[in-house]
Structures are given as structure tokens and as C-alpha cells.
């Protein structure tokens, strides 16, 4: 697939390679027994991450949209309350982490808009979570999610960086900046 | 760690200081003010901060409790004299009202601002 | 209107007399209801993480007490309308997921351009899982990863990626369309009579 060739299909099609990727993530990360449900480790936010660099801000976009439909047709969570963390986690983080990266590339490595990212998801689960689960109580969760969040996020963000520089895929597409 | 950037380490140290703002939150638990009505031999737990209705029976009938704005009455009761009702709001902890003839009794506790000037507003 | 499509508008239909619903045993036999439906056709019921759905809901709420003290453990109230209340959220929430498996089940086609781009991203999906499992040498992770990658999106060029439609079961269309009127009959008909108070609220 010749990538820098502007042809409007082909960019659409690789949207979906990523979306894919996150569906593919999000499956294995559904599959990893947890002791805790609510604590999440985000494998599905790497293609995220991953695809600051290579796609433009409507396609980025699309590429978050696809996520959590995907996510939520796939774990039948579509139509639940479930999905709206999704959303609202997903809306936060890619937001964040767009204007991160757009704004303060030379400052911020993946591993910072790792982090970025997983804050502002987490803590707008968090809230959500405050007024349509909990209740006040959700506070008390807060601290460990956040540190959970905190810490895998540093992981994801290293793992990234890593991937963005080894990866002979990634290294072929390279178009420059966004 | 390969090219660590100044940015990472800012947006550590502010995720951070979120994380330690947010163990604040443990510290508000215990001592809620909340509001314990014994009736019927048993007893009912309310929040002060929830605005409720709750109605208990009692020998001569009814008789119910509003929770308003972090104050509690008695709303309506089935005795002859009403003086529970006359009795008013109470707030504080400490306070309490009581319907004798129904064998209702309302009483705040828990942590609250300390009012001035006396514990009882139960006026006769 | 396809089978698949049914029953997703019967779900959305009936989403309101769910979240709506104000009987606390309405909600338990709604609930009932819809993994009943989800579980027959296909989807399973896994009690454990359900459980502890519950059981973390209900906790929550307990922090804030509501009526009947039952006991406490140390200085610790149980009130039995903070239990009610919590167990009633978490009910709705079991009954909202089930009712989403259900509806996802016959795999619905979503209309346009976002129909087509989400089908392309399961086709790459399936396309991603079967080459995954299939290379071998999986260390280094990396290098793994370009392998599955350049694989997937080299062979796009050929094939246009549009998965083969499930052929349509329109025989099925009329038996369909009657079932899922009858449990939006049972599930609106529950949420009234939650309304009226002919079920008990606690």
C-alpha cells in the first residue's frame, strides 16, 4: 500500500486498518482476567497513539469514532451505559493528546501524551462515574484508578515510542507531520 | 529510558498532583451528619445532605419527617398536640425532636458546625 | 427490514421502559427477562462478573444511608434503601447490557459511509486475528507486529475489502417482527405497572 498517495480511499482504508488494530487490541485486553473490573490497562489506545503521526485531524477523529463502536459492537456494551465511559474516555483522551502532540511535539515524547491521555480518560470516567454509578462514593475509587491509569499509560507510552522508532511498517509510511 | 523530553516529566508530575488531590477525598467519610429516627422498635438512617420524606407508624398513627437543605421537621403527625411539629428545623448535631404520644424519635448525628448559643430548640 | 434491524429499533424501543423503570422488583424481572432473551440467542451469562457488579454498586451507595437500619458492622450503618437503590442501579445497568448483547446479535448493517468504513474495520480485524495466530516466531514483539501489519494491508490492494453478506433470512421476517413486539409488549407492560406502584417500589 502506497501511503503517501493522497488518493482519498486509500487513507479511509488505512483509518480502518487502525480502527482494526484497536478492535483487535481491545479484544485481548477484554480477554486478560482482571481482579478488579474497572481497572483497565488500554492496550486499545496504542493504534491511538500510534496514529497522531501518521493521519490528519478529521481522519483521527474518524479513527477514535470507529474505536468505540467497534469496542462496543464487539462487546456488546453498544447500547448500555458502558458505552458512554467509552465515549467520554475516548472524547477526553484523543483530544488531549491531539493538542499535545499538535502543539508541543518538540517538548513531549509518545510517552508523555501516553500519559496525557489516560489522565483526561480517566478522569472523565471518573466523573461520569460520580453522577451515574456511584454516586459520591466514587471518589474513593479515584486514587487507585488513577494510579493504575498512571502507571500503565507510562508502560503504553514507552512500548510507543519504541514501536514508532523500530517499526519498519511505521517507518515506511512516514509522511512528516501531520 | 531512550529520549525522555522535558514535557513527560511536566505532565508526570501533574498527573501527580492530581493523584494526591484526590486522596483528599478519603478523609470526608466518617461523621457525615445524618439523621436516626426510632419507631417501631427499630431504626431508619437518612443523609442530612438529602432532601427525604419518610414516614413511620407509631400508636396513635403517622408520623412523617422532611429533610430539607440540611435541616430536618416533622412535616405532619397524627397526635393530638403537635408539639413535635412545633418544634421546628434542627440542623445540628446533637439536637433531636420527639413525638411522645407516637413514640417517634428524631435525633441528628454525626459531625456538624456547632451552633451558638444552646443544643435544644425544643420550645414549649 | 432485516432481522437484525428488529431487533435493534425493538431494543432502543424498549430502552426508556428500562431506564424508566421505577419498581425495584420490576427492574429484577426485567432484567431476568433480557438475559433470558440475550442467553437464547447465543450470548452467555457470566454470573461472577455480574456479581461483583452488583455487590460494588450496592457497597457505593451504602456509604450514603437511606432508611431501615439493619444492623451495622462496627459503627457502620446497613440501610436497607441505600442496599435497594444500589442493587436497583446495578439491576438496571445488568439489564441495559443484556439488552444491547441482544440486540447486536443478528449483526446489524449500519446505513452509509460509517455502515461501510465499519464493516472494512472488521474485515481487517478478522483479517489481523487469523494472520497473528498464524506467524511464528512471535519474540520480537515488533518485528511481529510489522510482520501481521504489512501482511494485512499489502493484499488491500487487490481485494476490495467488502465482506460477504450474510444472505438475508426474510422468511424469518414475520415470526421476527411478532416476537420482539410481544417483549416490547412485556417490557413496556413491566415498566407500567412499576409506574402505577403495583409493584412494590422497595
Known sequence: ????????QVRIEFVALLAACALFLSTVEYLIPKPVPFMRIGLANLPLIIGLGLLKEKEYMLLALLKVLGQGLVTGTIFSYIVLFSIAGTIASTTLMYI???????????????IAGAMASNIAQLLLSRYLLFGAAARLIAPPFLVVGLISSILLGIFAQQFVQKSQWYNSLQEGPL | MKRIRLGDIIIFLLSLVIIVASLGSYGSLSGKPEVRVQAEGREWIYDLSVDTIASFQGPVGATSIEIQDGKVHVLDSDCRNKVCIAAGWISASGQWIICLPNNVFIRIEGTTQPKPGGVDDISF | MKVA???????????PAILLQKSFIGIIIQATYVILLATSHGRRFKIIPNLILLFSVSSAHLLQPHGLHLFSIGRFPITAGALTLGAHKACTLIAL??????????????????????????????????????????????????????????????????????????????????????????LWGLFLLGSLAILPVI
Open chain 1, 1 to 8: 500500500m502506497t501511503y503517501p498517495s493522497k488518493s482519498r
Open chain 1, 100 to 114: 499535545v502532540y499538535r502543539f508541543f511535539n518538540r517538548w513531549v515524547s509518545l510517552i508523555g501524551v501516553s
Open chain 3, 5 to 15: 434491524n428488529i431487533r435493534l429499533v425493538m431494543g432502543l424501543v424498549a430502552l
Open chain 3, 97 to 186: 447490557l443484556y439488552l444491547s448483547h441482544y440486540m447486536v446479535t443478528a449483526r446489524p448493517q449500519f446505513p452509509g459511509k460509517l455502515g461501510k468504513l465499519i464493516s472494512m474495520q472488521f474485515y481487517y480485524f478478522e483479517r489481523i486475528t487469523t494472520t497473528w495466530q498464524t506467524i511464528t516466531p512471535k519474540r520480537p514483539v515488533i518485528k511481529a507486529i510489522d510482520q501481521v501489519l504489512l501482511n494485512v494491508s499489502g493484499s488491500s490492494l487487490e481485494s476490495p475489502p467488502h465482506p460477504s453478506k450474510q444472505a438475508a433470512r426474510e422468511d424469518h421476517l414475520v415470526k421476527d417482527l411478532i416476537s420482539n413486539g410481544v417483549h416490547l409488549v412485556i
